[in-house]
């Protein structure tokens, strides 16, 4: 009897609390739908006043996230400092100081399976921190023989530095997925070692903005360099995301495709 593959469910940065509540109206159902084993969304966005607080995280685990992915903008709310040192479940990326608030990956057991979750940040236009290929080497060499399968959200600007950093680690994760640019790419596929990839998932947030937040304040931040603050724009919501099916036999990806949900918040 063939065994059933694993499914990963994952989305990309969710931005502002109505994008919370959205998936917590729409994803229990979409979760059943798809028969997800694992749900995984970028919170760095989440909380009311930008980056992440207890709140914002809360509400994702109760709409079925099970594990929150971060990037560039994770300590913006020093509420969360104690949660992220606490949680298994709410990973900052794995290049940061050591010396950081919480943990760069995670390894959850699901359906009998031991699942290797790891967090990383891209360094081109980016913050300087550690190199990402030798931050995630030294994890998967740490934890080697500890999981069975591994997944990787790359927070980065550069196409390049992701492309390049998914075919470096090609076979070695069932699926890599970039965040942060918020704007969902086309390269969605299996890489020729069978790693599933796509260089950015997008975003959960308002569909008639720039990046999630209100065009006229983005519009006027570029025409008059004046210092703005960015809010978080209303109207309908889209959510961008994936799915990635994994061979558990194997630990690599099978077959995969886009999620795309609009509506009302």
């Not at 966005?45 to 685990?61: F, H, K, Q, V």
């Not at 799915?243 to 690599?252: I, M, R, S």
């Amino acid at each position: 009897m063939k065994t059933r593959a694993f499914r990963l469910l994952c989305f990309g940065d969710v931005v502002g609390e109505k994008s919370c509540f959205f998936l917590r109206r729409v994803l229990p159902e979409l979760r059943k739908r798809e028969c997800a084993d694992l749900v995984i969304a970028n919170g760095e966005n989440s909380a009311r006043r930008g980056g992440i607080d207890p709140e914002s995280a809360e509400m994702l685990y109760a709409a079925g996230v099970d594990l929150i992915t971060t990037g560039n903008h994770v300590f913006r709310q020093r509420s969360v400092y104690d949660l992220l040192d606490g949680a298994d479940s709410l990973l900052r990326p794995c290049n940061y100081p050591a010396a950081c608030p919480g943990k760069g990956y995670s390894i959850l057991k699901l359906s009998g399976l031991r699942v290797l979750v790891i967090n990383v940040m891209g360094t081109l236009f980016m913050d300087a921190l550690t190199s990402p290929f030798e931050s995630v080497e030294r994890i998967l060499e740490r934890e080697a023989g500890h999981y069975d399968f591994a997944f990787c959200d790359f927070h980065g600007e550069a196409t390049g530095e992701k492309k390049a950093f998914a075919s470096y680690f090609d076979s070695r994760f069932a699926a890599i997925f970039g965040t942060h640019t918020h704007i969902p790419t086309a390269d969605l596929r299996i890489l020729p070692g069978g790693t599933g990839y796509i260089t950015d998932l997008g975003m959960v947030g308002s569909a008639d903005s720039v990046l999630g937040m209100k065009k006229e304040i983005a519009i006027a931040k570029f025409t008059t360099r004046m210092p703005t603050y960015y809010e978080v724009a209303e109207g309908e919501t889209e959510a961008w995301g994936a799915v990635f099916d994994v061979d558990p036999d194997t630990g690599l990806c099978v077959s995969t495709r886009q999620i795309h949900l609009t509506g009302e918040e």
